[in-house]
Each structure stands twice: as C-alpha cells, then as structure tokens.
C-alpha cells in the first residue's frame, strides 16, 4: 500500500527538526533557479514543488540493503539527528535532477556523463555550473558533481548515516 502524499509541509519528514514553518519552510526547499513548475507530474502524488530530497535512509529500517526500497511506510522508523555516525561525511539532503517525491534513494545514480548529468531516478541537477548542492547531516554544504557523487554514494558509508 502507498502512503497518502503529505500534503502539507509542515508534516513533512523534516520539518520537526526545523524551525521554521509554513512558507519559510517552503523557501528553504526550493532552488531559486529551479524551475519546479517543469518537475515531472506523477499519478500518486502530483508535482513534487521542493528542489532537495531527504536521504531514504534517515527513515527506512535498518537491513534493507542501500539501493533497495519500498513505499511501505511499515518499513519506516523514526531516527534521532544523535544516531548518525560521523555526521560531516553523511548526506542528509541531495538537490536532485527531477525530484518526484522527496524521497533520495542511494542507489537510483549511475553513469556519470562528460556534460554534468547522470542517468537514474536519483541523480543530482547540474544547474549549479554542472554541480548541485549537497547537505550534510552537520549542517555543512557542498557542490558536488555527478561523477564524483556517483563515487561517494558507492562508498555506503557515504550514504547510508546509520553506519560507521
């Protein structure tokens, strides 16, 4: 069974661990030069109107190997910002390419191409001179281009806030 959409933003998944609400909140999400009116339209949910997705593994239950996913919110558990091990290394927030529900799944990247862009439902936009923005779980930010995020997400260290 798929979960209903949030429609509210204020119910989002990382919105308790904010302070700001409503239409701040809304900014925060959004890439000033992200054209979200262009994101692509799905049956389930809609447009997704956000430019940055949270990464799965913050909700998703510990042994679901990285790559591997569902939309069963049975396999999802609440975590705590204490529990990710070495923060300044864990990717908490990706600027996807096409973000469609929120949502980053470290394995939905691959080939890396010479123009920025990569191939997979979870690649990074390259509208940022060919890099996006990247957050990590203490609260640093980086450029990154696909290429070498297509590196770092195949360290599971990398990707996976959970484990050493």
Request: include cysteine; charged fraction near 30%; hydrophobic fraction near 30%.
């Amino acid at each position: 069974m798929t979960p209903a959409p949030i429609s509210n933003i204020n119910d989002s998944a990382i919105a308790p661990y904010l302070t700001a609400r409503d239409e701040k909140l809304r900014e925060i999400f959004r890439c000033p030069s992200d054209e979200v009116e262009g994101h692509e339209k799905r049956a389930t949910y809609g447009r997704y109107a956000y430019s940055y997705s949270l990464n799965e593994r913050v909700t998703i239950i510990d042994g679901i190997p990285i790559g591997n996913s569902t939309d069963a919110n049975n396999l999802w558990q609440d975590r705590k910002i204490t529990q990710v091990r070495r923060n300044s290394e864990k990717m908490m927030l990706i600027e996807e390419a096409n973000p469609r529900d929120g949502r980053w799944l470290a394995g939905g990247v691959s080939n890396p191409k010479p123009d920025g862009s990569a191939d997979g439902d979870d690649a990074l936009t390259n509208r940022h001179i060919k890099q996006a923005n990247v957050a990590f779980f203490d609260t640093h930010i980086e450029r990154i281009g696909n290429k070498d995020f297509v590196t770092l997400v195949n360290e599971k260290r990398r990707a996976d806030p959970f484990v050493e």
